[in-house]
């Protein structure tokens, strides 16, 4: 059976539609992305596998129960880190973890064990009786990290877990939760860095406009909606559209940017030499490795929709 | 009967789970309740109707005398006055913590996204806070209580039967108030709440006896949920039982239960999209 089971699922708020229909399944141990642009449906997919938010249609099953029906139930054995902090300001850090492990009926004692663990499992065991207002906005993630391991969850859904870290805090976070990931915790996750679902995912999709429009593991994701390697061309910022049409044929994509032209190509050095073989003269050039980005930008486009 | 048999126990744990859930949303303000300086906020609550006794009770008493009681016995006009500054102070201390309070959390901090990803309910939530806001009224009105048996007002085994009475004006208002600030919209809406409560405060049979005012406005009066509560605890004060009492007793459990219930239901809707 699959944790988290979704058929034809839809949310809609009056009548703009933010889910439109998705299907998903989590398999139990698994770390499982959304990825897609704001506004994509990410957040209130989460929100409903959160059993906070009623599907308007579709079929959902977690853990095999029904959302509406045994919520309770259902989120006795979540971990969730919404997007926004949520947190209790009024109260300590400590507090902040014990209060809550109280909402799952766990003892006093255990409650206040597990949450000084989980403070130093995130690295603010110092700040345990600190107030959490004037936590900064890393820290303050982090404890809402903490806070959602606090009835030790089987499924644990994340939201943007390292949105607003610095570097040193997402590699912890990442770390934590790699560490979860073996102990056999399930992660859902969204995110809009793609080396943090490069990292972190087993498996994932990405969503458009409340739709799925791929699902794959990320590598597997490269491999059909990318090259291996991409070249970027710079040759100053006029005339690109003239260029690109000299580079016809080269690699076996094109895509002109605003600053630069993007050769998607099998092998990248060849590719180069095919350039310099048609006489063009780039001021720059630089040849990667292709990346989950180049997978995101194409399926989901390179503008702006809201 | 296996059925029935199994279901009565489950339905039972239900409950018991529900209210531990309900007691841990106490819990959350009993913590906060905790750190210095909160204490200071509910001062406040307690002064305001002892400084009404004191000057209406004593002072305009002094002028009027003696009122009588439903039972035909008469007594000095404080004895009328102070049940009916402790049911409205109960009135008062339950709505401002259910209201207000509710409202802030509810819109403000959006205390309770958190608490609803946890396995407690909506429902849960509306009982977890009016058991709070209850507890704080209970604490005003017990010490209100302290101080009539103090100033011979009323008799310990009065006193001691108010306390419960009291404590049921503060859960009905509680109830109504939770409700009220599911339909809130915005600070300014809580101007309009202040000046309905003030009317209730005036005409619920406080500082006169219904019976004294015209028939239709009595009849009004006698609709509004204060005009129970004080004729509830006026009798428990001044040792009068009728039958009637029961009614006022109804009158207030009904206004609980069906508050509370509907509270949960729209905190439900605004908080679970
Ligand atoms: N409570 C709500 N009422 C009305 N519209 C909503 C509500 N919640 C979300 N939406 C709309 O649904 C759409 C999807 O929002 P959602 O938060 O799921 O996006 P997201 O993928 O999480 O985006 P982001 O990356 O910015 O977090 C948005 O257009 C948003 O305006
Ligand atoms: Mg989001």
Known sequence: ?306 | MVTTALALPRAARRIDEGLRRSLAVTGRNATLARHLGYWWLLASGFFEPLLYLLSIGFGVGALVGELPLPDGRTVPYAEFVAPAMLASSAMNGAIAESTMNLFAKMKHMRLYDAVLATPVTPVEVAVGELIWATVRGGMYCAAFLVIMVAMGLTTVWGALLAFPATLLVCFAFGGAGMLLATFMKGWQDFDYLMAAQFALFLFSGTFAPVDSFPTVARWLMELTPLYHGVELVRAATTGTFQWVLLWHLAYLVALLVVTLRFAGRRMGGLLLK
């Not at chain 1, 045994?70 to 850090?93: F, K, M, N």
């Not at chain 1, 799925?212 to 990320?218: G, S």
């Not at chain 1, 970027?232 to 600053?259: I, M, N, Q, S």
């Open chain 1, 1 to 306: 059976m699959s944790l988290i089971e979704a058929q034809g699922l839809v949310k809609r708020f009056g009548d703009f539609t933010a889910v439109d229909g998705i299907d998903v399944r989590v398999e139990a141990g698994e770390a499982f992305g959304f990825l897609g642009p704001n506004g994509a449906g990410k957040s209130s997919t989460m929100r409903m596998v959160g059993c906070v938010s009623p599907p308007t249609d579709g079929q959902l099953r977690i853990f095999g129960m029904d959302p509406v029906r045994d919520g309770p139930a259902i989120r006795s054995r979540l971990g969730v880190c919404p997007q926004q902090d949520s947190l209790d300001l009024e109260l300590t850090c400590l507090e902040n973890l014990t209060v809550y492990a109280r909402y799952f009926g766990i003892p006093r004692k255990v409650a206040r064990e597990r949450a000084r663990e989980l403070l130093d499992f995130v690295q603010l065991g110092d700040r345990a009786d600190s107030p959490v207002e004037p936590l900064s906005g890393g820290m303050k993630r982090r404890l809402v990290i903490a806070r959602a391991l606090i009835n030790e969850p089987e499924i644990v859904l994340l939201d943007e877990p390292t949105t607003g870290l610095d570097p040193q805090a997402r590699h912890l976070v990442w770390e934590r939760l790699f560490r979860l990931k073996q102990r056999g915790v399930t992660l859902v996750l969204t995110t809009h860095y793609m080396d943090e679902a490069e990292q972190l995912c087993d498996r994932l999709v990405v969503m458009d406009a409340g739709k799925i429009v791929a699902e794959d593991a990320p590598r597997a994701l490269i491999e059909r909606y990318s090259t291996r390697e991409v070249v970027e061309l710079r040759f100053g910022l006029d005339g690109l559209d003239t260029y690109a049409d000299k580079l016809a044929g080269v690699g076996e994509r094109l895509e002109v940017l605003p600053d630069r032209i993007l050769l998607y190509a099998a092998d990248g050095d060849d590719a180069v030499a095919q350039v310099h073989g048609r006489g063009l003269t780039p001021s720059s050039v630089l040849v990667r490795r292709s990346t989950l980005e180049d997978v995101f930008l194409h399926l989901t486009g390179r503008t702006l929709v809201d």
